[in-house]
Protein backbone atom coordinates (compact mmCIF):
# COMPACT_ATOMS: atom_id res chain seq x y z
CA UNK A 1 0.00 0.00 0.00
CA UNK A 2 1.40 3.23 -0.75
CA UNK A 3 0.93 6.29 1.33
CA UNK A 4 0.53 9.80 0.25
CA UNK A 5 1.19 12.29 2.65
CA UNK A 6 1.30 16.15 1.45
CA UNK A 7 1.25 19.78 2.89
CA UNK A 8 -1.14 21.38 1.12
CA UNK A 9 -2.12 25.43 1.39
CA UNK A 10 -6.03 26.13 1.46
CA UNK A 11 -8.02 29.20 1.06
CA UNK A 12 -10.43 30.53 4.32
CA UNK A 13 -13.74 32.08 4.22
CA UNK A 14 -15.27 33.60 7.21
CA UNK A 15 -14.51 35.68 10.89
CA UNK A 16 -11.43 35.43 13.29
CA UNK A 17 -11.12 37.63 15.70
CA UNK A 18 -8.63 36.21 18.91
CA UNK A 19 -10.11 33.49 20.74
CA UNK A 20 -13.40 32.93 18.65
CA UNK A 21 -14.05 32.24 14.99
CA UNK A 22 -16.28 30.95 12.42
CA UNK A 23 -13.80 29.46 9.55
CA UNK A 24 -14.73 27.97 6.49
CA UNK A 25 -11.75 25.65 5.09
CA UNK A 26 -11.48 25.09 1.53
CA UNK A 27 -8.36 22.70 1.98
CA UNK A 28 -7.71 21.75 -1.54
CA UNK A 29 -9.27 24.69 -2.95
CA UNK A 30 -11.76 22.78 -5.43
CA UNK A 31 -15.02 22.18 -5.80
CA UNK A 32 -15.51 19.21 -4.09
CA UNK A 33 -17.52 17.30 -1.47
CA UNK A 34 -15.39 18.02 1.61
CA UNK A 35 -17.01 17.81 5.16
CA UNK A 36 -15.34 18.25 8.50
CA UNK A 37 -16.29 15.04 10.59
CA UNK A 38 -14.28 15.16 13.70
CA UNK A 39 -12.10 17.53 15.91
CA UNK A 40 -9.88 17.29 19.34
CA UNK A 41 -8.20 19.95 21.33
CA UNK A 42 -4.79 19.83 21.56
CA UNK A 43 -1.90 21.88 23.37
CA UNK A 44 -2.51 25.47 21.87
CA UNK A 45 -5.09 24.25 19.10
CA UNK A 46 -7.05 21.52 17.30
CA UNK A 47 -6.75 18.34 15.07
CA UNK A 48 -9.72 18.14 12.76
CA UNK A 49 -10.07 15.47 10.57
CA UNK A 50 -12.08 15.78 7.16
CA UNK A 51 -12.68 13.59 4.03
CA UNK A 52 -13.22 15.26 0.13
CA UNK A 53 -11.70 14.11 -3.36
CA UNK A 54 -8.44 14.63 -3.41
CA UNK A 55 -6.03 12.28 -4.77
CA UNK A 56 -6.01 12.13 -8.78
CA UNK A 57 -9.90 12.06 -8.07
CA UNK A 58 -10.15 9.10 -5.40
CA UNK A 59 -11.48 10.15 -2.02
CA UNK A 60 -8.89 10.97 0.54
CA UNK A 61 -8.72 11.97 4.42
CA UNK A 62 -7.41 15.19 5.39
CA UNK A 63 -5.75 15.81 8.54
CA UNK A 64 -5.32 18.87 10.15
CA UNK A 65 -3.82 21.30 12.60
CA UNK A 66 -4.63 24.59 13.53
CA UNK A 67 -4.20 26.97 16.17
CA UNK A 68 -6.39 28.59 18.21
CA UNK A 69 -7.27 31.40 16.25
CA UNK A 70 -7.96 28.68 13.52
CA UNK A 71 -5.20 29.18 11.78
CA UNK A 72 -3.10 26.24 9.83
CA UNK A 73 0.15 24.89 11.26
CA UNK A 74 -0.48 21.82 9.30
CA UNK A 75 -2.31 19.88 6.86
CA UNK A 76 -1.49 16.34 5.76
CA UNK A 77 -3.36 14.59 3.52
CA UNK A 78 -3.59 10.68 3.31
CA UNK A 79 -4.63 8.28 0.97
CA UNK A 80 -3.17 5.97 -2.24
CA UNK A 81 -2.92 6.47 -6.10
CA UNK A 82 -5.62 3.42 -6.63
CA UNK A 83 -7.68 3.85 -3.79
CA UNK A 84 -10.57 5.93 -2.00
CA UNK A 85 -9.87 6.81 1.60
CA UNK A 86 -13.06 7.96 3.38
CA UNK A 87 -13.16 8.88 7.28
CA UNK A 88 -15.76 7.76 9.48
CA UNK A 89 -18.90 10.32 10.16
CA UNK A 90 -19.37 9.53 14.13
CA UNK A 91 -16.92 11.13 15.38
CA UNK A 92 -13.71 8.92 14.11
CA UNK A 93 -11.44 10.53 15.73
CA UNK A 94 -10.15 10.14 18.93
CA UNK A 95 -6.76 11.11 21.26
CA UNK A 96 -4.86 9.49 24.13
CA UNK A 97 -1.41 10.01 25.23
CA UNK A 98 -0.61 12.42 22.37
CA UNK A 99 -1.64 9.53 20.02
CA UNK A 100 -4.83 9.40 17.77
CA UNK A 101 -6.74 6.59 16.15
CA UNK A 102 -9.11 7.08 13.22
CA UNK A 103 -11.33 5.02 11.35
CA UNK A 104 -12.43 4.75 8.43
CA UNK A 105 -13.10 2.80 4.95
CA UNK A 106 -10.55 2.00 2.03
CA UNK A 107 -12.34 1.14 -1.77
CA UNK A 108 -9.80 -0.46 -3.84
CA UNK A 109 -11.38 0.12 -7.38
CA UNK A 110 -14.51 -2.06 -7.92
CA UNK A 111 -12.92 -4.38 -4.77
CA UNK A 112 -15.47 -4.78 -1.31
CA UNK A 113 -14.35 -1.41 1.04
CA UNK A 114 -12.27 -2.27 3.76
CA UNK A 115 -12.45 -1.57 6.69
CA UNK A 116 -9.56 1.29 7.88
CA UNK A 117 -7.90 1.95 11.24
CA UNK A 118 -5.22 4.64 11.13
CA UNK A 119 -2.65 5.81 14.34
CA UNK A 120 -0.57 9.09 14.21
CA UNK A 121 1.31 11.40 16.79
CA UNK A 122 -0.14 14.82 17.00
CA UNK A 123 1.52 16.31 14.19
CA UNK A 124 -0.27 13.43 11.93
CA UNK A 125 2.81 11.56 11.02
CA UNK A 126 1.87 8.14 10.30
CA UNK A 127 2.43 5.59 13.37
CA UNK A 128 0.78 2.21 11.92
CA UNK A 129 -2.34 1.83 9.28
CA UNK A 130 -4.34 -1.27 9.68
CA UNK A 131 -6.79 -2.79 7.07
CA UNK A 132 -9.33 -4.65 9.04
CA UNK A 133 -10.52 -6.73 6.26
CA UNK A 134 -13.44 -9.68 7.15
CA UNK A 135 -12.89 -13.18 5.93
CA UNK A 136 -15.74 -13.20 3.89
CA UNK A 137 -14.96 -10.19 1.97
CA UNK A 138 -17.73 -8.45 2.86
CA UNK A 139 -17.79 -4.45 2.64
CA UNK A 140 -17.32 -3.13 5.81
CA UNK A 141 -16.67 0.52 6.54
CA UNK A 142 -15.90 2.56 10.38
CA UNK A 143 -17.76 4.74 11.92
CA UNK A 144 -16.17 5.84 15.45
CA UNK A 145 -13.20 4.97 17.04
CA UNK A 146 -12.38 5.07 21.07
CA UNK A 147 -9.55 4.49 23.48
CA UNK A 148 -10.61 1.72 25.78
CA UNK A 149 -9.93 1.98 29.48
CA UNK A 150 -8.11 -1.48 28.93
CA UNK A 151 -5.43 0.69 26.87
CA UNK A 152 -6.29 -1.05 23.66
CA UNK A 153 -9.11 0.28 20.85
CA UNK A 154 -12.58 0.21 20.06
CA UNK A 155 -14.40 0.96 16.77
CA UNK A 156 -17.76 0.22 15.55
CA UNK A 157 -19.02 0.65 11.73
CA UNK A 158 -21.78 -1.45 9.15
CA UNK A 159 -20.94 -4.69 7.42
CA UNK A 160 -22.57 -5.04 3.78
CA UNK A 161 -23.14 -8.42 1.94
CA UNK A 162 -25.80 -6.89 -0.43
CA UNK A 163 -27.73 -10.61 0.34
CA UNK A 164 -28.78 -9.90 3.51
CA UNK A 165 -29.69 -6.74 5.74
CA UNK A 166 -26.69 -4.43 6.61
CA UNK A 167 -25.25 -5.62 10.38
CA UNK A 168 -23.92 -3.53 12.73
CA UNK A 169 -20.06 -4.31 13.44
CA UNK A 170 -18.18 -3.51 16.51
CA UNK A 171 -14.17 -4.58 16.58
CA UNK A 172 -11.80 -4.64 19.04
CA UNK A 173 -8.12 -4.55 18.76
CA UNK A 174 -4.96 -3.52 20.87
CA UNK A 175 -3.09 -0.14 21.32
CA UNK A 176 -1.32 -1.71 17.97
CA UNK A 177 -4.36 -2.01 15.82
CA UNK A 178 -4.27 -6.08 16.04
CA UNK A 179 -7.63 -7.64 16.52
CA UNK A 180 -8.36 -9.32 19.39
CA UNK A 181 -11.98 -9.96 18.40
CA UNK A 182 -14.93 -8.87 16.14
CA UNK A 183 -18.38 -8.68 16.88
CA UNK A 184 -21.65 -8.30 14.36
CA UNK A 185 -25.35 -7.53 15.08
CA UNK A 186 -28.18 -8.77 12.53
CA UNK A 187 -31.53 -9.07 12.21
CA UNK A 188 -33.91 -11.30 10.00
CA UNK A 189 -35.50 -8.52 8.66
CA UNK A 190 -34.48 -5.19 10.13
CA UNK A 191 -30.83 -3.32 8.89
CA UNK A 192 -28.53 -2.41 11.83
CA UNK A 193 -25.88 0.47 11.68
CA UNK A 194 -23.20 0.92 14.32
CA UNK A 195 -22.83 5.15 14.42
CA UNK A 196 -21.04 5.61 17.73
CA UNK A 197 -19.22 4.33 20.82
CA UNK A 198 -18.54 5.18 24.55
CA UNK A 199 -17.55 2.82 27.15
CA UNK A 200 -18.94 3.34 30.62
CA UNK A 201 -15.43 1.78 33.08
CA UNK A 202 -16.48 -1.82 34.88
CA UNK A 203 -19.45 -1.79 32.94
CA UNK A 204 -18.95 -2.45 29.08
CA UNK A 205 -19.56 -0.47 25.74
CA UNK A 206 -22.30 1.49 24.15
CA UNK A 207 -23.20 1.73 20.91
CA UNK A 208 -25.21 4.63 19.13
CA UNK A 209 -26.97 1.85 16.87
CA UNK A 210 -30.06 3.00 14.01
CA UNK A 211 -32.12 0.22 12.71
CA UNK A 212 -34.42 -0.02 9.65
CA UNK A 213 -36.78 -1.91 7.60
CA UNK A 214 -36.70 0.20 4.62
CA UNK A 215 -35.70 3.74 3.52
CA UNK A 216 -39.26 5.20 5.21
CA UNK A 217 -38.26 3.55 8.77
CA UNK A 218 -35.76 4.38 11.43
CA UNK A 219 -35.46 3.58 14.89
CA UNK A 220 -33.11 4.71 16.98
CA UNK A 221 -31.38 2.61 19.87
CA UNK A 222 -28.32 2.13 22.07
CA UNK A 223 -27.09 -1.35 22.08
CA UNK A 224 -24.61 -2.81 25.25
CA UNK A 225 -21.38 -4.69 24.60
CA UNK A 226 -19.76 -6.32 26.72
CA UNK A 227 -16.04 -6.15 27.26
CA UNK A 228 -15.89 -9.95 25.36
CA UNK A 229 -17.89 -8.44 22.69
CA UNK A 230 -20.95 -10.16 23.24
CA UNK A 231 -23.68 -8.26 22.03
CA UNK A 232 -26.10 -7.50 24.67
CA UNK A 233 -29.58 -5.73 24.92
CA UNK A 234 -30.72 -2.79 22.39
CA UNK A 235 -32.86 -0.01 24.01
CA UNK A 236 -35.38 1.52 21.77
CA UNK A 237 -36.79 4.42 21.14
CA UNK A 238 -40.97 3.50 21.06
CA UNK A 239 -41.81 5.85 18.24
CA UNK A 240 -44.02 4.73 14.88
CA UNK A 241 -42.35 7.42 12.91
CA UNK A 242 -38.89 8.07 11.57
CA UNK A 243 -35.98 8.30 14.46
CA UNK A 244 -32.41 7.96 13.65
CA UNK A 245 -29.12 7.88 16.25
CA UNK A 246 -25.54 10.12 15.80
CA UNK A 247 -24.36 9.82 18.91
CA UNK A 248 -23.76 8.34 22.68
CA UNK A 249 -21.88 9.16 25.15
CA UNK A 250 -21.34 8.13 28.63
CA UNK A 251 -21.37 10.89 31.09
CA UNK A 252 -19.44 11.22 34.20
CA UNK A 253 -22.49 10.06 36.66
CA UNK A 254 -22.32 6.86 34.95
CA UNK A 255 -24.99 6.71 32.78
CA UNK A 256 -25.87 7.01 28.51
CA UNK A 257 -26.68 9.92 26.62
CA UNK A 258 -27.89 9.25 23.16
CA UNK A 259 -28.87 12.10 20.54
CA UNK A 260 -30.22 12.13 17.36
CA UNK A 261 -33.71 13.19 15.47
CA UNK A 262 -37.41 11.97 16.76
CA UNK A 263 -40.23 12.78 14.41
CA UNK A 264 -43.64 13.32 15.72
CA UNK A 265 -45.58 12.99 12.31
CA UNK A 266 -45.10 10.43 8.83
CA UNK A 267 -41.55 10.98 9.33
CA UNK A 268 -40.97 13.87 6.81
CA UNK A 269 -40.12 16.33 9.61
CA UNK A 270 -38.79 16.15 13.42
CA UNK A 271 -37.03 17.51 16.59
CA UNK A 272 -33.33 17.28 17.72
CA UNK A 273 -33.89 14.84 20.35
CA UNK A 274 -31.70 13.80 23.87
CA UNK A 275 -32.84 11.30 26.15
CA UNK A 276 -30.55 9.85 29.37
CA UNK A 277 -30.61 6.21 30.07
CA UNK A 278 -29.27 4.11 33.05
CA UNK A 279 -26.46 1.37 31.77
CA UNK A 280 -29.81 -0.75 32.14
CA UNK A 281 -31.49 0.78 29.47
CA UNK A 282 -33.82 2.72 32.06
CA UNK A 283 -34.94 5.94 30.44
CA UNK A 284 -34.28 9.19 32.75
CA UNK A 285 -34.98 11.67 30.65
CA UNK A 286 -35.92 12.66 27.37
CA UNK A 287 -36.54 15.78 25.39
CA UNK A 288 -37.17 17.57 21.88
CA UNK A 289 -35.46 20.62 21.51
CA UNK A 290 -35.62 23.77 19.24
CA UNK A 291 -38.87 24.50 16.46
CA UNK A 292 -39.99 21.67 14.58
CA UNK A 293 -38.35 21.25 11.07
CA UNK A 294 -37.55 18.84 8.30
CA UNK A 295 -33.91 17.85 9.39
CA UNK A 296 -33.42 18.97 12.83
CA UNK A 297 -31.04 16.61 14.49
CA UNK A 298 -28.09 16.36 17.23
CA UNK A 299 -25.32 14.44 16.00
CA UNK A 300 -22.64 14.80 18.77
CA UNK A 301 -23.13 15.55 22.18
CA UNK A 302 -20.16 16.64 24.83
CA UNK A 303 -20.29 16.98 28.42
CA UNK A 304 -19.08 20.15 30.45
CA UNK A 305 -17.02 20.53 33.55
CA UNK A 306 -20.02 21.55 35.86
CA UNK A 307 -21.69 18.22 34.24
CA UNK A 308 -24.51 19.99 31.97
CA UNK A 309 -24.19 18.44 28.37
CA UNK A 310 -23.77 20.65 25.40
CA UNK A 311 -25.40 18.88 21.62
CA UNK A 312 -24.51 19.81 18.42
CA UNK A 313 -26.28 19.03 14.72
CA UNK A 314 -28.48 20.79 12.38
CA UNK A 315 -31.88 22.52 12.20
CA UNK A 316 -33.49 23.22 8.67
CA UNK A 317 -36.62 24.99 8.26
CA UNK A 318 -39.69 23.26 7.14
CA UNK A 319 -41.17 26.09 4.93
CA UNK A 320 -37.62 26.81 3.34
CA UNK A 321 -35.90 23.36 1.80
CA UNK A 322 -32.61 25.10 0.89
CA UNK A 323 -31.99 26.36 4.43
CA UNK A 324 -29.76 24.51 7.11
CA UNK A 325 -27.91 25.92 9.86
CA UNK A 326 -25.75 24.75 12.23
CA UNK A 327 -27.59 23.77 15.65
CA UNK A 328 -26.32 23.98 19.38
CA UNK A 329 -27.98 23.23 22.50
CA UNK A 330 -27.19 23.55 25.99
CA UNK A 331 -28.77 21.15 28.73
CA UNK A 332 -28.62 20.43 31.63
CA UNK A 333 -28.32 17.49 33.81
CA UNK A 334 -31.74 17.30 33.95
CA UNK A 335 -32.50 17.46 30.31
CA UNK A 336 -33.65 21.36 30.64
CA UNK A 337 -32.76 23.71 27.91
CA UNK A 338 -30.13 26.22 29.02
CA UNK A 339 -29.80 27.82 25.68
CA UNK A 340 -30.21 27.43 21.72
CA UNK A 341 -28.05 29.20 19.45
CA UNK A 342 -28.14 28.64 15.02
CA UNK A 343 -25.36 29.42 13.44
CA UNK A 344 -23.88 29.95 9.68
CA UNK A 345 -20.93 30.71 7.72
CA UNK A 346 -22.63 33.75 5.37
CA UNK A 347 -20.71 32.19 2.70
CA UNK A 348 -22.09 29.32 2.35
CA UNK A 349 -25.96 28.63 1.70
CA UNK A 350 -26.24 25.49 4.05
CA UNK A 351 -24.33 24.74 6.97
CA UNK A 352 -24.38 21.74 10.06
CA UNK A 353 -22.15 20.18 12.73
CA UNK A 354 -20.97 16.42 12.74
CA UNK A 355 -18.63 16.78 15.92
CA UNK A 356 -17.69 19.06 18.87
CA UNK A 357 -14.97 19.27 21.53
CA UNK A 358 -15.13 21.36 24.91
CA UNK A 359 -12.22 22.56 26.60
CA UNK A 360 -11.65 22.87 30.38
CA UNK A 361 -12.81 26.35 30.25
CA UNK A 362 -15.63 25.56 28.97
CA UNK A 363 -15.00 27.22 25.35
CA UNK A 364 -17.20 24.84 22.14
CA UNK A 365 -15.83 24.16 19.00
CA UNK A 366 -17.98 22.30 16.50
CA UNK A 367 -16.62 21.59 12.76
CA UNK A 368 -18.83 20.25 9.91
CA UNK A 369 -19.69 21.43 6.52
CA UNK A 370 -20.81 24.29 4.65
CA UNK A 371 -21.86 23.89 1.02
CA UNK A 372 -22.89 26.53 -0.84
CA UNK A 373 -21.57 29.95 -2.54
CA UNK A 374 -18.23 30.42 -1.72
CA UNK A 375 -17.10 33.55 -3.88
CA UNK A 376 -20.00 32.33 -6.40
CA UNK A 377 -18.70 28.98 -6.48
CA UNK A 378 -20.99 26.06 -5.38
CA UNK A 379 -18.44 24.70 -2.78
CA UNK A 380 -18.64 22.26 -0.29
CA UNK A 381 -16.04 22.85 2.79
CA UNK A 382 -14.66 21.95 6.01
CA UNK A 383 -16.62 24.89 8.51
CA UNK A 384 -15.25 25.21 11.97
CA UNK A 385 -16.95 27.34 14.60
CA UNK A 386 -14.81 28.18 18.11
CA UNK A 387 -17.09 30.01 20.41
CA UNK A 388 -17.10 30.88 24.41
CA UNK A 389 -18.65 28.90 27.09
CA UNK A 390 -22.12 30.45 26.28
CA UNK A 391 -22.13 29.57 22.54
CA UNK A 392 -21.05 33.05 21.79
CA UNK A 393 -18.63 34.12 18.60
CA UNK A 394 -19.10 37.46 19.95
CA UNK A 395 -18.74 37.67 23.73
CA UNK A 396 -21.74 38.66 25.64
CA UNK A 397 -24.42 37.30 23.04
CA UNK A 398 -26.00 36.09 25.84
CA UNK A 399 -27.22 38.89 28.03
CA UNK A 400 -30.89 39.54 27.38
CA UNK A 401 -31.29 36.76 24.64
CA UNK A 402 -34.13 34.72 26.48
CA UNK A 403 -36.32 37.63 26.51
CA UNK A 404 -35.51 39.23 23.28
CA UNK A 405 -36.36 35.21 21.57
CA UNK A 406 -39.66 35.69 23.38
CA UNK A 407 -40.05 38.83 22.02
CA UNK A 408 -41.90 39.97 18.82
CA UNK A 409 -39.09 41.79 17.26
CA UNK A 410 -37.17 40.68 14.09
CA UNK A 411 -33.96 40.83 15.39
CA UNK A 412 -31.11 42.44 18.12
CA UNK A 413 -27.57 43.88 17.51
CA UNK A 414 -24.51 43.52 19.38
CA UNK A 415 -22.37 44.45 20.96
CA UNK A 416 -22.76 48.39 20.39
CA UNK A 417 -21.00 50.42 19.80
CA UNK A 418 -18.70 47.63 17.72
CA UNK A 419 -15.37 46.75 16.69
CA UNK A 420 -14.09 44.11 14.47
CA UNK A 421 -16.92 42.34 14.00
CA UNK A 422 -20.50 42.12 16.17
CA UNK A 423 -23.54 39.63 16.01
CA UNK A 424 -26.94 40.39 14.60
CA UNK A 425 -29.43 37.89 16.35
CA UNK A 426 -32.78 37.11 14.54
CA UNK A 427 -36.05 36.77 16.09
CA UNK A 428 -39.39 37.34 14.65
CA UNK A 429 -38.45 35.74 11.04
CA UNK A 430 -41.05 35.53 8.29
CA UNK A 431 -41.71 32.31 6.16
CA UNK A 432 -40.15 33.35 2.90
CA UNK A 433 -37.31 35.29 4.98
CA UNK A 434 -35.96 38.83 5.33
CA UNK A 435 -33.29 40.56 4.03
CA UNK A 436 -31.05 41.81 6.15
CA UNK A 437 -28.87 45.36 5.30
CA UNK A 438 -26.40 47.07 6.55
CA UNK A 439 -26.41 51.12 5.44
CA UNK A 440 -22.66 53.18 5.63
CA UNK A 441 -23.11 56.66 7.42
CA UNK A 442 -23.35 58.03 3.60
CA UNK A 443 -26.35 55.92 2.83
CA UNK A 444 -24.25 53.05 1.11
CA UNK A 445 -24.76 49.43 1.36
CA UNK A 446 -22.41 47.54 3.02
CA UNK A 447 -23.58 44.25 3.96
CA UNK A 448 -26.73 42.26 3.04
CA UNK A 449 -27.71 38.50 3.49
CA UNK A 450 -31.24 36.74 3.64
CA UNK A 451 -32.16 35.50 6.90
CA UNK A 452 -34.79 32.57 7.09
CA UNK A 453 -35.19 31.19 10.45
CA UNK A 454 -34.94 31.87 14.22
CA UNK A 455 -33.03 31.70 16.55
CA UNK A 456 -30.35 32.33 14.93
CA UNK A 457 -27.05 34.05 15.31
CA UNK A 458 -25.50 36.05 12.13
CA UNK A 459 -21.95 37.15 12.78
CA UNK A 460 -20.31 40.35 10.53
CA UNK A 461 -16.64 41.37 10.40
CA UNK A 462 -16.62 45.34 10.20
CA UNK A 463 -12.94 45.69 10.57
CA UNK A 464 -13.15 46.71 7.55
CA UNK A 465 -15.72 49.43 8.17
CA UNK A 466 -14.83 53.06 8.87
CA UNK A 467 -15.54 54.33 12.10
CA UNK A 468 -19.58 55.86 11.95
CA UNK A 469 -23.20 55.46 12.56
CA UNK A 470 -24.84 52.36 10.03
CA UNK A 471 -28.27 51.70 10.27
CA UNK A 472 -29.15 47.76 10.35
CA UNK A 473 -32.32 47.23 8.45
CA UNK A 474 -35.04 44.50 8.38
CA UNK A 475 -36.73 44.30 4.89
CA UNK A 476 -39.44 42.28 3.80
CA UNK A 477 -39.55 39.83 0.60
CA UNK A 478 -41.21 43.08 -1.44
CA UNK A 479 -38.97 45.21 0.05
CA UNK A 480 -41.19 47.08 3.06
CA UNK A 481 -38.98 47.88 5.77
CA UNK A 482 -39.94 46.09 8.56
CA UNK A 483 -37.24 47.22 11.55
CA UNK A 484 -33.98 49.69 11.64
CA UNK A 485 -31.66 49.50 14.51
CA UNK A 486 -28.38 52.09 14.97
CA UNK A 487 -25.28 50.60 14.71
CA UNK A 488 -21.73 52.27 16.27
CA UNK A 489 -18.96 51.35 14.56
CA UNK A 490 -15.07 52.47 16.14
Known amino acids: ?24 YDLMQLLLGETGFSIKEIEGGFIMVSGGTGVIGNPSIFYTVIDNNGAIQNLEQYGALDQGWFAGWGGSLDIKDEKTI ?64 TKGLVIKTDSLGNEQWRSYHSSDDLAILYQSLSEV ?64 N ?45 AAGSARSPDLDLSIEGLICKVSQEGDSLWYRHYVNISGDLCLFWDMEIADNGDITCIGATIGNAELQLSQDTWVVHLDEHGCLVPGCHVGIEEFEESDTYFSIGPVPAQDQFSIFMGRVPNKGLKVQIISPNGQSVDSFWAHTRPTTYIVDCSSYTAGIYTVVALSENGKVLQSERLIVQ
Not at 134 to 155: H, N, P, Q, R, V
Open 102 to 165: LCGSVDYNDSPSQFLAVSTDLNGDTLWTKILSSAEGLDEIGSCSIFTSDGGLLMCGSSYDFETH
Open 201 to 264: PGVGYYVGTTRSSSFDYLDMGVTFVDYNGVIGESFWVDNEYHDSAANVFATSDGNILQGGEFSI
Open 266 to 310: DGSAGHAFLRKLTPDGDVLWSNIYGPFGSQNFFSTIAETAEGDYV
Open 1 to 24: MRLVSIIIFCALHGVSSGQYFNLR
